[in-house]
Structure formats: structure tokens, C-alpha cells
């Protein structure tokens, strides 16, 4: 007893040595700012700093995927609720995708923030520059789902490749039965070692965090963001308003769980989001976090990965307001009736380009080019303020998809309500060096279900 007394406060110790990161992290940003607006020319050659942080980031998503998701569904004794999860997900994501539309569409007409503006030759040429970008056409993204090879799925950094494999190799390993146990534990001691790896690279985010900011405030400038103030602002507002209001009101009614307290619980996640301007870059945390905060590990496994290519509503706002935005711009008003095909046309258009590196410019680019071409010419207009309209785009599909994971997990009675207000009010800390719960029964209290999920134990 005395040895562990001496031991215990020594988790606590590591816990703390994290906060330093994240309040370097908030540093960065300020200097990536000073030096962005100060030196644009040198900020703008800062941007690898922020591009190789991301990159490492990306690096672990698809193991972190794989192992998460054969660990929650090579456990599970009903196939069938893996089934059910994946569909009440889509579901949803669709009814989210349209209501997000929805609120933009609303925002957009009442703010009419393009009128006056000049689109010149040269704003011509960016925008038609911008078609060339790497979106797919729904088929093919349909099609680039399937891997060419198992091993394929990890090199070719796609994450629903990586889920289709690991949806095939948890269903194996589940009709295995007991033979797939070994198994299950060997991917078990992977997903704790590929963890501890994230968690030495989350170092590294100061450094990415100052380049990616100095980086993008160079690049963009004050005359670019005074000229567009009023579509950032106006974004910047419709979002914080769907995530507070829309997001807010869903989780408190469906879960009883209020979303501040959930956004505080996630808070380095936003963070990082914020330096970064992506999202992808706390997508394996958020995978952490969630099965930390009580939801069982099939439900999170297959609710993050596929809501990061479906739930997208923050790119759904953008691209709202964006079209309307140029189109006022280019002095052609569209109707309510020209309003609402061209935004469920990019509806469908948003899946196609999930995935791809400022899929929201890509995907508005694309979409136009198809379905209202003369538009096009106007996306010049606002690239120079993508990048900044992109960090409120990732905020807002990662807080959409953090929502989405508790109200699934509730809707399936996938959670563990006493574990969720543990962890929520601070008496269940998250382990930010493993980022995993290494202690006794932390498979059965997150299983959340009567040990109907329950690993078997060496």
C-alpha cells in the first residue's frame, strides 16, 4: 500500500507537463500572427512548419482507425448493432448536412454581403485556377472507397478505405469467436503503442502551430480581410450560431448533456483545430476522448471516421454563403428557386471532395463549374480569405461530429451516462500520455452495455 501511495501522484505529474504544450500552442499562434502581419513575405515560407505537423498528424489516422474499430466490433456478439449504429450515422449526417444548408442559406440572403464588389480580370483567372483542384465526381469517390490492396488502405492516407478494411477484419474476427481473441489482444497492444507515438508527436504543435498561422496571415493580408469582413464576420456568426443553438439545444434535449461542458472537456482539440486550420489534425484524439468520455468503442469507431467525410457542416455554411456571396458579386441575384438546386446539387458534390486538402474551395469550385458555370469566375474573390474561413469551417465539423458521436451512442444506448458526467465534471481525468484508459475494467465501463462488448482477457 505504501508503494502505491508513493506511485499514484505520478500520473498527475505527467498530466500537468501537458498543459505547457497547449499554452506554447497559444503563443505560437500569437507570434505566428505578429510575425504573418509584420514579415509576410518570411511568414509565407513558414508554411512546411505547419504543413509537416499536419502530416504526422495524418500519419497515425489510419492505424488509430483500424485498431479502433476491429477492437469495438471483433467484441461485439450482435453483428447487427454495428449495422444499426452505421445507419442511424447517415441518417443523420444527411438531415445535419441539410439543416446546416438550411441556416446558411437564410444567413446568406439576409446578409447580401457581395453586392458592390469589382471582379476583375485578374480575380477571373484565380477563380477558373481554382476548378483544377482535386475533387472527385460522387462516383468516383464512391469507387475510391475500395482499396487496391488490404495494405493500401494505410499507405494511401484514405480514411474510408481504412474503415472498409477494418469493418471486414472486425466482422472476421467476430465470427472467429475464440479463435480470434489472440488476435484482438495483439491489435490491442498496437492501438496502445500507436497512441503513445501521437502523443509524443502532440509536441511538436507549437511548432506547426506558429507556421500554419504566420503562414496563412502573410499570405491573405489586412486589405484581403478588411474587403471581406463582412462574409467572415457573417460565417464566423452562422456557425457559432448552429453550433450553439442547432447542436446545443439537440445535445441537451436527446442526452441531457450541455454542450459547453463538452466543448470545455475537448478544449485542446479546438485548440489544435484552430493553429492547424484542420481537422483531421485532432480526429484520433477526438476518437480518444470519446471513448474516455463512455461511448462504446463500436459506436465511436464507425460515427468519427465516417462523420468526417459526411458530416460536414461547417463546409456546408460555407458553401452557402459563399455562392450566394459571389453571386451577388457578379451582379447575377439568384432566385430562392436558382438557390435551392444549386445547394443540393452541392449537397452531393461536398462527398465527393471529403477528404481533400480545402475540400470546401474544391467542392464550391467544382459544383459551380457543373452547375452554374458563369459563376465560377467569382471564387477569386475569396481565396484570399479561404484559409481563415477554413479554421471556423473545421471547428464546426469537428464540434458537429463530437455531437453527433454522444447523441448516436445515446440513440443506440451505446454510453455510459454515469461515465459521461464523471468525466465532464473533471473526476475522470483524460490520460494525455497514453491517451488511452490502461486501468483494469476500462474496456467493460466504456462498453457501457452489460459486458456485451467485453474484450476477452489474456
Given amino acids: ?10 500520473p498527475k505529474a505527467k498530466r500537468d507537463r501537458t498543459h505547457f504544450l497547449y499554452i506554447a500552442v497559444i503563443i505560437a499562434v500569437a507570434l505566428g500572427i505578429a510575425v504573418g502581419l509584420l514579415a509576410p513575405d518570411f511568414a509565407t515560407e513558414l508554411k512546411p512548419l505547419g504543413t509537416g505537423f499536419v502530416n504526422l498528424i495524418k ?35 444527411l438531415v445535419m448536412s441539410v439543416v446546416a444548408l438550411a441556416i446558411g442559406l437564410i444567413v446568406g440572403n439576409i446578409l447580401d454581403p457581395g453586392t458592390g464588389l469589382a471582379v476583375t480580370d485578374a480575380v477571373k483567372e484565380t477563380g477558373q485556377a481554382q476548378v483544377d483542384a482535386e475533387a472527385k465526381s460522387t462516383v468516383d469517390f464512391l469507387m475510391g472507397i475500395i482499396p487496391t490492396t488490404i495494405v493500401s488502405a494505410f499507405t494511401a492516407g484514405e480514411v474510408l478505405q481504412t474503415l472498409l478494411i477494418a469493418l471486414l477484419c472486425g466482422f472476421a474476427l467476430q465470427a472467429m469467436g475464440s479463435a480470434g481473441q489472440p488476435v484482438l489482444r495483439g491489435i490491442e497492444h498496437i492501438q496502445r503503442l500507436v497512441f503513445r507515438v501521437l502523443a509524443m508527436i502532440m509536441w511538436a504543435a507549437p511548432i506547426g502551430a506558429f507556421g500554419a498561422i504566420a503562414a496563412v496571415t502573410g499570405s491573405a493580408g489586412v486589405d484581403a480581410l478588411k474587403s471581406l469582413a463582412v462574409l467572415m464576420l457573417g460565417f464566423y456568426t452562422t456557425c457559432v450560431l448552429f453550433i450553439f443553438l442547432v447542436l446545443g439545444t439537440m445535445l441537451r434535449v436527446v442526452a441531457g448533456v450541455n454542450v459547453l461542458s463538452l466543448f470545455k472537456y475537448l478544449g485542446r482539440e479546438f485548440l489544435l483545430i484552430l493553429s492547424t486550420s484542420s481537422s483531421e489534425s485532432a480526429l484520433p484524439r477526438l476518437i480518444a476522448k470519446m471513448e474516455h468520455l463512455g461511448v462504446s468503442k463500436p459506436v465511436v469507431g464507425i460515427t468519427v471516421p465516417t462523420g468526417y467525410s459526411f458530416n460536414l457542416d461547417g463546409t456546408m455554411i460555407y458553401m452557402t454563403m459563399a455562392s450566394l456571396f459571389i453571386s451577388d458579386a457578379m451582379g447575377t441575384p439568384m432566385s430562392i428557386g436558382e438557390q435551392i438546386p444549386l445547394l443540393l446539387f452541392l449537397l452531393v458534390a461536398s462527398k465527393g471532395a471529403a477528404g481533400v486538402s480545402g475540400a470546401g474551395l474544391a467542392t464550391l469550385a467544382g459544383g459551380l463549374q457543373s452547375h452554374k458555370p458563369a459563376l465560377v469566375d467569382g471564387i477569386g474573390l475569396i481565396v484570399g480569405i479561404d484559409r481563415f474561413m477554413s479554421e471556423a469551417r473545421a471547428l464546426t465539423n469537428f464540434a458537429g461530429n463530437a455531437v453527433a458521436t454522444v447523441l448516436i451512442g445515446t440513440w443506440t444506448k451505446e454510453i455510459d451516462r454515469d461515465r459521461v458526467d464523471e468525466v465532464l465534471a473533471g473526476k475522470a481525468p483524460f490520460d494525455e500520455q497514453t491517451l488511452l484508459d490502461d486501468h483494469a475494467g476500462a474496456d467493460d465501463v466504456h462498453a457501457g452495455q452489460g459486458g456485451e462488448k467485453e474484450l476477452a482477457k489474456a
Avoid: D, E, H, N
Fill in 59 to 93: 500519419m497515425m489516422i489510419s492505424p488509430i482507425i483500424f485498431c479502433t474499430i476491429v477492437l469495438g466490433i471483433g467484441s461485439v456478439r450482435k453483428a447487427a448493432k454495428v449495422g444499426a449504429v452505421g445507419g442511424i450515422a447517415l441518417a443523420y449526417f
Fill in 1 to 10: 500500500m505504501t508503494t502505491t501511495a508513493a506511485t499514484a501522484p505520478a
